[in-house]
């Protein structure tokens, strides 16, 4: 973001070059080595990807692990006005977005503006009412207190039982490249606005529009730590991260060996 408040978006993804989002800090892997995005139009390289490892993904997670305590206390209407601002800048850079996915990914700039980008601010809008009003049958759910799941108690010999729900921790979520900012968007309103934070492990494959929205959560005022990115292959940054001890939850989507893949890792 430059001093005026207007967020830097490029016209051509040539100008990005992504860094992993870590603790509300952009930042180049620890190896220093980096991949090459490729733009399917031309067949060029366009940009350069980090080539993250493990050191890279514990950053991230030990980052997500110390903002939990503050964000999953965070009332429900304090994050769903975050989730509002993040869906109003998307729209109002969806333009731009668009011109970058559609270079990235491959797909033409009109199914990116009028399909993929309305859904993107869509998922935080729904999600950050859902935060407020609820998902389902009870209003006061988000603001549930961080006690046992299952409480179990005997009142005049009858057995009653009440569900809570509470956040869980850090959540580790894993994107294909066919959507690469729309899967995110899906997974991170929802994870966010029920108090949990995240590591998100984009594909290497389409990584220019992730790298941009994390530009966008900073400048929506997205505390530090809630939502971090980390860029590179599923060997060598999303292997860790489906194994690292203090991921609670794995969001994946992707193909059918690979999930197959992370479930056993994820045990």
């Known amino acids: 973001m430059n001093k005026s408040g207007v967020l830097n978006i490029p016209s051509d993804v040539s100008e990005i070059k992504v860094q992993n989002y870590i603790n509300g800090q952009w930042c180049p ?7 090459s995005g ?5 067949g060029q390289q366009s940009y350069a990807i980090p080539d993250s490892n493990n050191v890279d993904v514990d950053n991230a997670v030990r980052a997500a692990k110390s903002a939990f305590p503050m964000w999953s206390t965070t009332s429900p209407e304090e994050r769903a006005a975050i989730l ?6 998307i729209d109002q850079y969806a333009d ?21 980008l309305p859904l993107c601010s869509g998922y935080f809008r729904q999600f950050a009412k859902c935060a407020v009003e609820g998902f ?6 988000m603001n549930a207190p961080c006690t046992p799941v299952a409480v179990t108690q005997v009142e005049n010999s009858v057995l009653q039982s009440t569900t809570q729900h ?3 921790g850090v959540a580790a979520l894993i994107t294909p490249w066919n959507f690469p900012m729309l899967m995110i968007c899906e997974k991170l309103a929802p994870c966010i606005a029920v108090g949990n934070t995240c590591v998100v492990k984009p594909t290497e494959i389409t ?20 939502a971090n990115f980390v ?16 991921i609670r939850l794995v969001s994946f989507t992707g193909g059918c060996v690979t999930g197959a893949k992370i479930g056993a890792m994820a045990g």
């Open 166 to 168: 509470i956040p869980s």
């Open 29 to 35: 892997p620890t190896t220093n080595k980096y991949l």
């Open 136 to 141: 389902v049958e009870a209003k006061s759910r």
């Open 38 to 42: 490729w733009n399917p139009t031309t």
């Open 231 to 246: 860029f590179g292959t599923g060997v060598n940054a999303g292997e860790p991260l489906v194994k690292h001890k203090d």
């Open 207 to 226: 990584s220019a529009t992730p790298y941009l929205l994390t530009l966008i959560l900073q400048a929506a005022g997205l505390p530090k730590g809630v």
């Open 96 to 116: 731009e977005l668009a011109v970058i996915e559609s270079q990235d990914q491959g797909k033409t700039v009109f199914s990116a503006r009028t399909a993929d």
């Open 84 to 89: 509002n601002r993040i869906a109003d800048l």
